[in-house]
Structures are given as structure tokens and as C-alpha cells.
């Protein structure tokens, strides 16, 4: 029973998907990029090494304003420019 809930609600994930692409086309329309710093085309993202590889943190900082410690999430400042 679970699993046919389960591949029920792929299925109409997946017809969704494509209705919404159809609008999409339709409208002309992309959906609206966030206005925060991780959108920007100016923030630089900091990592740290685990072990053999780079993991992102929760911090960076504006390659444009050169101002430092900037975070992810936060508002966009008078920089900010999409990618």
C-alpha cells in the first residue's frame, strides 16, 4: 500500500514538473532569483578543507564592496548584481 502511495506521488511530481516547464515556456517567464548574497555575481564563497576535499561554510564576503564577512543568506547591499 505504502508503495503505490509513494509511486503515485512520483508520478504526479512528475507531471507537475513538466506542466510547470509548459508554463514556463508559455509566459516567457524564468522564476525570480533570490536577493540575497549567494545570488550575487560579487559574493565569493569561503571553504574549508575536510580531509582530501573543500567544504562549503556558512560565511564569504562581497568581491565588489570588498566588504567582508558576509553571509549566504543575507539581504543584498547596494552591490548587488545577479548572475
Not at 508520478?11 to 509566459?27: K, P, S, W, Y
Not at 536577493?35 to 562549503?56: P, S
Not at 561554510?57 to 553571509?71: F, L, M, S, V
Given at each position: ?6 509511486l ?53 564576503h ?13 539581504k ?8
Amino acid at each position: 500500500m505504502l508503495a503505490e502511495n509513494v509511486l503515485k506521488m512520483e508520478q504526479d511530481c512528475v507531471r507537475l514538473r513538466e506542466e510547470n516547464a509548459v508554463l514556463r515556456r508559455m509566459l516567457g517567464t524564468e522564476l525570480p532569483k533570490p536577493i540575497n548574497c549567494e545570488a550575487c555575481r560579487f559574493f565569493i564563497q569561503h571553504y574549508v578543507r575536510v580531509g582530501l576535499q573543500y567544504t562549503k561554510t556558512y560565511a564569504g564576503h562581497c568581491g565588489h564592496g570588498r566588504i567582508r564577512d558576509k553571509k549566504p543568506d543575507e539581504k543584498g547591499c547596494k552591490y548587488f548584481a545577479n548572475t
